[in-house]
């Protein structure tokens, strides 16, 4: 699925986010000392080797809603964005912290020169947070940004069941319903 908006595209896959050859930049789903760890993080460090962690180690701990970012060594990208999202019922508000991480992400990203970013669910796995509620506040936080950003043309989010695919199209359907956005 793929929607453009203010000139920036917004396409929905099913993947692995450590396979995104296509994209400048990845968002890694940390953890608060920028490690290794399951999930997101697990494959993200496994593909781009321990120099990640080296690098990465020194700019933490970060706090829920904070993003730094990095060299991709070896994967096949230029940038990892590392963010903290919120661990759900625990890091509140938690709507608050989830937008930021893709609030700051993006800032980081155009700062950066990135044209092209991928996401992944952040906070949905290991964090607990529900996938559609997550969804909701993905969206309308890059929607509000999304006419402001002058550098970043793409954003992918990678999700990796179909079912949070679909959960995922859902939503965006939903949440451009009925709001006229320029192409
Ligand atoms: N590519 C894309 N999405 C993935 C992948 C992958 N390779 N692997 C899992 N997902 P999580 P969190 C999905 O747990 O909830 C880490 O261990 C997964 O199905 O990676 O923010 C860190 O060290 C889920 O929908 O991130 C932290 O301690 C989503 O990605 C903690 O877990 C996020 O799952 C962060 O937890």
Do not use: W
Request: glycine share 10%; charged share 20%.
């Amino acid at each position: 699925m793929k929607k453009m908006i203010s000139g920036v595209s917004i396409e929905l896959r099913q993947g692995d986010i450590a396979n995104q050859a296509d994209c400048d930049a990845v968002v890694n789903a940390a953890n608060a000392q920028l490690e290794s760890g399951g999930g997101v993080a697990g494959a993200i460090h496994r593909a781009a080797g321990p120099g990640l962690a080296k690098e990465a180690r020194p700019l933490g701990p970060i706090k829920p809603g904070q993003a730094v970012i990095t060299g991709a060594h070896d994967l096949p990208n230029k940038h990892v964005i590392h963010c903290l999202g919120p661990v759900y019922g625990k890091d509140k508000p938690e709507g608050e912290l989830l937008s930021r991480c893709y609030g700051n992400a993006l800032d980081l990203a155009e700062q950066n020169e990135v044209n092209s970013i991928s996401f992944p669910a952040i906070s949905t796995g290991i964090f607990g947070y529900p996938v559609e509620e997550a969804a909701k506040v993905a969206f309308s936080t890059l929607i509000e940004k999304i006419s402001h950003l002058k550098k970043v043309k793409r954003i992918v989010f990678v999700l990796y069941s179909n079912q949070d695919l679909e959960t995922h199209k859902r939503v965006l359907e939903q949440t451009l319903q009925g709001k006229d956005y320029p192409g």
